[in-house]
């Protein structure tokens, strides 16, 4: 069964950092890509950064650009999402996937866990 579990959600001020992982029981962890989306109340989900299976190159949207890092380690079947510089429109469910870049090429999601940033 394949399970994507989310954890190091939390509250931050802004201008504060937070780490998600997602670990998963993917039977091929290394043969995808891995990514995090992210969905605000009232807002569709949104694409936030992607890491191929190898590590090599990764993707971000605009607004997290230079403030988000992500990266993964193989041999513990685990992705990161180091979010530095939080501000208050960062705040969202946080959903992990594996697959594709795009929603409609997702594979697999996680549950999601909730950051939320304080002004």
């Known amino acids: 069964q394949v399970q994507l579990v989310e954890s190091g959600g939390g509250l931050a001020r802004a201008g504060g950092s937070l780490r998600l992982s997602c670990a998963a029981s993917l039977p091929t962890f290394s043969d995808y890509s891995m990514g995090w989306f992210r969905q605000a109340p009232g807002k569709e989900r949104e694409f936030v950064a992607t890491?191929?299976?190898?590590?090599?190159?990764?993707y971000y949207a605009d607004s997290v650009k230079g403030r988000f890092t992500i990266s993964r380690d193989n041999a513990k079947n685990t992705v990161y999402l180091q979010m530095n510089s939080l501000k208050p429109d960062d705040t969202a469910i946080y959903f992990c996937?594996?697959?594709?870049?795009?929603?409609?090429?997702?594979?697999?999601w996680g549950q999601g866990t909730q950051v939320t940033v304080s002004s």
């Open positions: 890491i191929t299976w190898s590590g090599s190159t990764t």
């Open positions: 996937a594996a697959g594709g870049i795009t929603i409609s090429l997702v594979d697999y």
